[in-house]
T-cell receptor
Framework: SQTIHQWPATLVQPVGSPLSLECTVEGTSNPNLYWYRQAAGRGLQLLFYSVGIGQISSEVPQNLSASRPQDRQFILSSKKLLLSDSGFYLC????????????FGPGTRLTVL | AQSVTQLGSHVSVSEGALVLLRCNYSSSVPPYLFWYVQYPNQGLQLLLKYTSAATLVKGINGFEAEFKKSETSFHLTKPSAHMSDAAEYFCAVSEGGQAGTALIFGKGTTLSVSS
């Protein structure tokens, strides 16, 4: 069966510090991968998605970036965090062509102070 | 462009009462529709999915949803609420069939269940 991991589970960072959140998927190959941010009362906002190694599509301009160095690894980064980056970050995966069910990881709670 | 509207950001029911969470969508092509549930500080869990096979879709935990094209709706129901159903529920739409197609989520509805 497939599993998706995210770490860390919680993170408190000062404004201006860097960020690296990691997501890995087990039990499948060549998944589509997604990063979402969830802020209170605003639902889920898609940040990035990837259909393959090194292929990243950005949905929202911001100071975040994403990378996919391996088939089942997806990393969300920032060089300098802003207060507005606080939120709950969710990674998700889906199968390749013609299947859109997304399966979510447990999330990372980021607080920027 | 696709969009999803969830009517009511907060719904309160008594234990044993009917649960009805409303979702309306907009899509230029036949959509795929989803309901997810999120418990506090956890990821989203798929409740059910509509892919045009049948208009009434049964999901986990006794939930079901009915696709009504004429009303562009995909409301979620459960005949009898349980305390463990208290959570946030998200409706989502996808045009489907394309690699990398993302889901468009509604803003969510928080369900409270009182004893």
């Amino acid at each position: 069966s497939q599993t998706i991991h995210q770490w860390p589970a919680t993170l408190v960072q000062p404004v201006g510090s860097p960020l690296s959140l990691e997501c890995t998927v087990e039990g499948t190959s060549n998944p589509n991968l997604y990063w979402y941010r969830q802020a209170a009362g605003r639902g889920l906002q898609l940040l990035f998605y990837s259909v393959g190694i090194g292929q990243i599509s950005s949905e929202v301009p911001q100071n975040l970036s994403a990378s996919r160095p391996q088939d089942r690894q997806f990393i969300l980064s920032s060089k300098k965090l802003l207060l507005s980056d606080s939120g709950f970050y969710l990674c998700a995966w889906s199968r390749g062509v013609n299947s859109d069910t997304q399966y979510f990881g447990p999330g990372t709670r980021l607080t920027v102070l | 462009a696709q969009s999803v509207t969830q009517l009511g950001s907060h719904v309160s029911v008594s234990e044993g009462a009917l649960v009805l969470l409303r979702c309306n969508y907009s899509s230029s092509v036949p959509p795929y529709l989803f309901w997810y549930v999120q418990y506090p500080n956890q990821g989203l869990q798929l409740l059910l999915k509509y892919t045009s096979a049948a208009t009434l879709v049964k999901g986990i935990n006794g939930f079901e949803a009915e696709f009504k094209k004429s009303e562009t709706s995909f409301h979620l129901t459960k005949p009898s609420a349980h305390m463990s159903d208290a959570a946030e529920y998200f409706c989502a739409v996808s045009e489907g069939g394309q690699a990398g197609t993302a889901l468009i989520f509604g803003k969510g509805t928080t369900l409270s269940v009182s004893s």
